[in-house]
């Protein structure tokens, strides 16, 4: 189950855990704009209006939940995103090298919905659910679950964190939870929060994917990196 074709719905639910289980708290980063490199070295673009926009909305959908730790990407439009809820809550992010995209901080980036429009290989690719060709998708899942698994050793217990990544970070855990080798299996809009609980015996569950309720309205352009 879980699995992207066409008949996947935009939201996955599954039954709450039994036991004391600490809550992981996905969250993909809100629109970007087009970034190129110009004069620096990498790309790493600002949120537009709108993704602006679609970042207050978590203030809202997560009213209520405590966090222990906010763990963001060091992209920009990872720690833009978490900007207002880190306001809201008086918090400060710890900064996480390894949550950055399977693309890393590249010379361009562009935000899924152009890539979509430009087509090619990787829109492709991207759309049957698979990770492009030039990504080391066995290296990047390894990453990507070490990074997340270190956050669920430093919070035993019953306790929750908020963790602002990428599309690609997001199903990379959820595809070695799930067991589906697919590197994109999952659509995972802006700003949308993806719930994994996690045990100390080991277990570990994915309770929700891609809840996207409290932004919906705002997600004129959906799903990619």
């Given at each position: 189950p879980g699995e992207r074709n066409a008949e996947t719905p935009s939201m996955c639910i599954w039954p709450l855990p039994e036991g004391v289980m600490m809550e992981l708290i996905f969250v993909r980063h809100a629109l970007p704009v087009r970034g190129d490199a110009g004069v620096v070295e990498m790309a790493d673009p600002v949120l537009?209006?709108?993704?602006?926009?679609?970042?207050?909305?978590?203030?809202?959908?997560?009213?209520?939940?405590?966090?222990?730790?906010?763990?963001?990407?060091?992209?920009?439009?990872?720690?833009?995103?978490?900007?207002?809820?880190?306001?809201?809550?008086?918090?400060?992010?710890?900064?996480?090298?390894?949550?950055?995209?399977?693309?890393?901080?590249?010379?361009?980036?562009?935000?899924?919905?152009?890539?979509?429009?430009?087509?090619?290989a990787e829109w492709e690719e991207i759309s049957r659910g698979e990770l492009p060709s030039f990504v080391d998708g066995d290296a990047f899942r390894r990453r990507v679950v070490a990074v997340v698994e270190d956050i669920i050793a430093a919070h035993p217990g019953r306790h929750s964190v908020l963790v602002v990544c990428h599309a690609g970070v997001i199903n990379a855990y959820l595809g070695d939870v799930l067991g589906i080798e697919r590197g994109m299996a999952f659509p995972i809009d802006y700003v949308s929060i993806s719930r994994v609980f996690a045990g100390r015996d080991g277990r570990r569950i994915v309770h929700t994917v891609n809840e996207i309720q409290h932004v919906q309205d705002l997600l004129d352009v959906k799903g990619g990196p």
């Amino acid at each position: 189950p879980g699995e992207r074709n066409a008949e996947t719905p935009s939201m996955c639910i599954w039954p709450l855990p039994e036991g004391v289980m600490m809550e992981l708290i996905f969250v993909r980063h809100a629109l970007p704009v087009r970034g190129d490199a110009g004069v620096v070295e990498m790309a790493d673009p600002v949120l537009s209006p709108l993704g602006e926009r679609q970042s207050e909305r978590l203030v809202n959908a997560l009213q209520g939940q405590p966090f222990s730790e906010v763990v963001c990407s060091p992209a920009v439009r990872a720690v833009q995103t978490a900007r207002p809820i880190l306001q809201d809550r008086r918090l400060h992010p710890r900064i996480e090298p390894d949550l950055l995209e399977y693309c890393r901080l590249g010379r361009a980036y562009l935000p899924v919905h152009e890539l979509r429009l430009e087509g090619g290989a990787e829109w492709e690719e991207i759309s049957r659910g698979e990770l492009p060709s030039f990504v080391d998708g066995d290296a990047f899942r390894r990453r990507v679950v070490a990074v997340v698994e270190d956050i669920i050793a430093a919070h035993p217990g019953r306790h929750s964190v908020l963790v602002v990544c990428h599309a690609g970070v997001i199903n990379a855990y959820l595809g070695d939870v799930l067991g589906i080798e697919r590197g994109m299996a999952f659509p995972i809009d802006y700003v949308s929060i993806s719930r994994v609980f996690a045990g100390r015996d080991g277990r570990r569950i994915v309770h929700t994917v891609n809840e996207i309720q409290h932004v919906q309205d705002l997600l004129d352009v959906k799903g990619g990196p």
